[in-house]
Structures are given as C-alpha cells and as structure tokens.
C-alpha cells in the first residue's frame, strides 16, 4: 500500500513563494511516476505537474497556467516529492494534492492516478 502525505502549504502574500513536500511511503519509490494537483471550491481538480524520473531522463509535464513559476523534484534518499512555487498568484489559491502511478508517461488526468494524499492548503492573499 501506498501512502503519501503532503506539507509545506500556508498563507502566502502575492508574489511569494512556498515549497510543498510530498512523503512517499510503501512500494519501491523510484517506479513511481509523482503529480501535483490542485482544487479549489466549486471547481474540478486541476493538473499541476508530473514527472517521471528515470536513471537516464527526466520527462515532465508541467501546466501552462504554473508554467515558469512551478517545479516538481525529487529526493530518492528521502522518499520525497517536492513541488516549488515562485511567483504566487491569488488564482494559485487551492488545496495541493500530491498523486501517484506507477509508471509510465507524466500524465495530466487524475483518474489515472491510484494514490492520493490528503492535501495542503495554500492560499495566496492580494
């Protein structure tokens, strides 16, 4: 069984900048491919960013709307997914949820992804 649990969300003021971190824990971390979703109320859960990391290359997916401000990494050492965000905007407000597949492409449909965390906050302030 697979577990993830997200952190680092909070109050941020515009133009700042947060780091969240996603904890993996269960199968072989590295067969995973890692993503960040968001939703905030009334809307759909909307893609992030995605990526899949193996020893010879890194294929990403990254939204256009957080394209430039937002990276995914990772640390195999630690088991952890990070998702850094520069640049935050109020339209950035959202509950981050960090999702896993295992393998293959860094796809942007959530339904593709069988694990979940439970999600963090974050909100951005004019």
């Known amino acids: 069984q697979v577990q993830l649990v997200e952190s680092g969300g909070g109050l941020v003021q515009a133009g700042g900048s947060l780091r969240l971190s996603c904890a993996v824990s269960?199968?072989?971390?590295?067969?995973?491919?890692m993503g960040w979703f968001r939703q905030s109320p009334g809307k759909e859960r909307e893609f992030v960013a995605a990526a899949t990391w193996t020893p010879s290359v890194t294929n990403e997916n990254v939204a256009d709307s957080v394209k430039d401000r937002f990276t995914i990494s990772r640390d195999n050492a630690k088991n952890m997914v990070y998702l850094q965000m520069n640049s935050l905007k109020p339209e950035d407000t959202a509950v981050y949820y960090c999702?896993?597949?295992?393998?293959?492409?860094?796809?942007?449909?959530?339904?593709?992804?069988?694990?979940w965390g439970q999600g963090t906050q974050v909100t951005v302030s004019s």
């Open positions: 269960g199968r072989t971390f590295k067969y995973y491919t």
């Open positions: 999702a896993a597949k295992d393998g293959g492409r860094p796809l942007p449909d959530h339904d593709r992804y069988a694990y």
